[in-house]
């Protein structure tokens, strides 16, 4: 009964540290907008305020494509006292189109393959995205994701968290999302497992528990064999051996009664 003990307590474990992930954070509800849907350039939304959450996904397409000949903006802000930060979860633009992220006297390009590593802050609490597409065709390669979320300095709320870079305060839930909302990935400290583990975990408890109910079939299965083998020696052994001779009985013959 110990290998029934270790299978699920092995599958136990995963499990709990599941819940425990759940319990810390796990993924948020993000806004998703999506900078083609529709495409034009009065889209303005003010983060924490009118109702939007202040943080969300931009994607450039629903569908994983994006149309050509196109320009496209968003523009983010955030009221008196916050700033903004945008990262990109990954980036697949054709050369010849562009998506340019300006924040007060900057502008960001992007385009091609290689996903920026570093987040984008503002400086006064604005930012607007604008993605212009050139070619004719209609692109599939993805186009872009990025994250995008408002923090502030100084005290933090009871629903903000603190980052250990600069002491910028953000929401709470975005804390062991798997995203980088800090800068630094303070808030994805002391998360315990990700998902990929527990279910690496899970696998492996799997995989030893059916080797070991394998291993217990096998031992019993030989045992059998070996006690019937035994059996049978023992059963031969005890009856005389024929050798093929004949045995002469010293006893004399019986007279013959009809002589």
């Given amino acids: ?57 931009i994607e450039a397409d629903n569908d994983g494509c994006y149309n050509p000949n196109s ?11 916050y700033q903004i930060t945008v990262r990109f979860d990954w980036i697949a633009i054709e050369i010849s189109d562009m998506l340019l992220i300006k924040e007060a006297n900057r502008t960001h390009p992007f385009q091609g393959y290689i996903t920026p590593a570093y987040s984008i802050y503002s400086t006064q609490g604005w930012m607007t995205l604008q993605f212009l597409t050139s070619t004719d065709v209609y692109n599939c390669l993805g186009g872009f994701r990025l994250y995008y979320n408002s923090y502030h300095y100084g005290e933090c709320f009871d629903n903000e968290f603190r980052c250990s870079l600069e002491g910028r305060c ?33 696998v492996s408890c799997a995989v030893v528990g059916i080797a070991l109910i394998a291993a217990i079939f096998y031992g019993l299965y030989r045992k059998s064999h070996r006690r019937s083998a035994d059996d049978d020696h023992r059963r031969s052994s005890s009856y005389p051996h024929q050798t093929g001779h004949t045995v002469n009985d010293p006893r004399p013959l019986a007279p013959n009664s009809y002589a």
């Fill in 170 to 202: 953000i929401p709470s839930e975005l804390r062991c999302d798997r995203v980088d909302n800090c800068g630094d990935w303070s808030d994805e400290w002391n998360c315990g497992l990700s998902t990929g583990a527990i279910i690496a975990i899970s």
């Fill in 1 to 57: 009964m110990h290998f029934v003990y270790f299978f699920f307590s092995c599958l136990g474990v995963p499990a709990l540290l599941f819940l425990l992930e759940s319990a810390n954070g796990g993924s948020p509800a993000y806004d998703r907008k999506y900078i083609q849907e529709p495409c034009d350039n009065s889209r303005h939304f003010t983060l924490g305020a009118n109702g939007y959450p202040r943080y969300g996904i």
């Fill in 71 to 81: 320009d496209c903006r968003i523009r983010l802000s955030v009221s008196s006292g």
